[in-house]
C-alpha cells in the first residue's frame, strides 16, 4: 500500500508540474516591444468596404506573398480601436485600393481561406519602405 501511494503522489506532482511549464511563456498580455512584429498579413488593398456600425468601420481585402507574413490572403476588419501607422497621419477613410498595408492582428483570427479577422494595428506602406 504504501508503494502505491508514493506512485500515485509521484505521478500527481509530475503532472502538475508539468501543467506549469505548459503555462510558461503563453502570456499573451506581453507588449510588442518585447517581440519582434508578427504581421499576419502584408500585401496590397484589393478592395475596401465602408460600413460603420458601432465600432466597426468597415474592412478590407489584402493580398500578398510576402514570406514575413503569417497569410497571404485575408480580409481584415477596421474598428475605431485599430491603431494606423503612417507617414502624413493616414486614416481608415484614406484607404485606397492598390495601397500596400502591414495587418497585426488582435486576437483569434478564422483560419478559414482566406483568413478573417480584426486589424489591431495597420501600417500603411510609403514608396520608401516598398
Do not use: W
Amino acid at each position: 500500500m504504501r508503494i502505491s501511494q508514493m506512485i500515485v503522489t509521484a505521478l500527481l506532482l509530475s503532472l502538475l508540474a508539468g501543467c506549469g511549464e505548459a503555462n510558461q511563456g503563453g502570456n499573451d498580455n506581453v507588449s510588442s516591444a518585447d517581440h519582434q512584429k508578427e504581421y499576419g498579413l502584408i500585401g496590397e488593398v484589393i478592395e475596401v468596404s465602408r460600413d460603420e456600425e458601432n465600432s466597426r468601420l468597415g474592412s478590407v481585402h489584402v493580398a500578398g506573398e510576402e514570406e514575413d507574413a503569417m497569410y497571404t490572403e485575408g480580409f481584415v476588419t477596421i474598428t475605431t480601436d485599430t491603431e494606423f501607422i503612417s507617414e502624413g497621419d493616414l486614416t481608415f477613410e484614406d484607404l485606397e485600393e492598390g495601397m500596400r498595408v502591414r495587418v497585426l492582428f488582435d486576437g483569434a483570427v478564422m483560419e478559414s481561406h482566406p483568413v478573417q479577422g480584426t486589424a489591431r494595428q495597420l501600417e500603411i506602406e510609403t514608396a520608401e519602405q516598398e
